[in-house]
């Protein structure tokens, strides 16, 4: 629904795009300039939804080829700015990897991110939401506001602010037996 409206607003053809690129500047302009139609978180979330998931599970099928199990996803999503204009799009980014990322390096690396942490034990043919992170603003009105969210979502903000998030890390140095 969301991709049509999109298309029936674009001046310039997807084919003369494909054909001569320079055209996808003058594309997203003349879209920017029309007046935009008003729409729904609900209805932004549920065109988001089956992408998501698709892009979840190809993911998936990527980490059984190259990890041992259990190998872990981040999904990374990043509100970003097209053309300079108000115009916010979010982008999703899947990052599959052998070993689970920290959530305080994620915070730090990627500070205007969120960021979905998924364990995939390919043995049992499981998938685990380990946590979803919000980023540091985000983060902050969630917990003035905390009623209005998913009571799990606070917990996860409240663990990270607690630096109890992460399990800690033992240092094998430092081991007395």
């Not at 599959?96 to 205007?112: D, H, I, S, Y």
């Not at 998938?127 to 209005?148: C, F, G, H, R, W």
Request: aromatic share 8%.
């Amino acid at each position: 629904m969301v991709i049509k409206r999109l298309q029936d607003q674009l001046v310039v053809s997807k084919d003369k795009i494909k054909k001569d690129p320079s055209k996808l500047g003058q594309a997203v302009y003349d879209i920017l300039n029309k007046e935009q139609q008003v729409q729904t978180v609900e209805q932004t979330v549920d065109a988001m939804t089956p992408k998501y998931f698709e892009e979840l599970s190809k993911a998936v099928d990527e980490g059984c080829k190259k990890f041992e199990s259990p190998f872990y996803i981040v999904v990374q999503r990043k509100k970003e700015t097209v053309g300079g204009a108000i115009m916010n799009v979010l982008h999703h980014k899947y990052v599959t990897r052998q070993t689970k990322p920290r959530a305080v390096f994620l915070r730090t690396e990627f500070p205007n991110a969120d960021h979905d942490l998924y364990e995939v034990n390919s043995e049992k043919g499981t998938m685990t939401l380990v946590y979803t992170l919000p980023n540091a603003q985000d983060s902050k009105t969630i917990l003035k506001n905390s009623e209005m969210y998913d009571p799990k979502l606070v917990e996860w903000i409240v663990a990270y602010n607690q630096g109890i998030l992460d399990p800690k890390v033992i240092d094998p140095e430092n081991v007395t037996i």
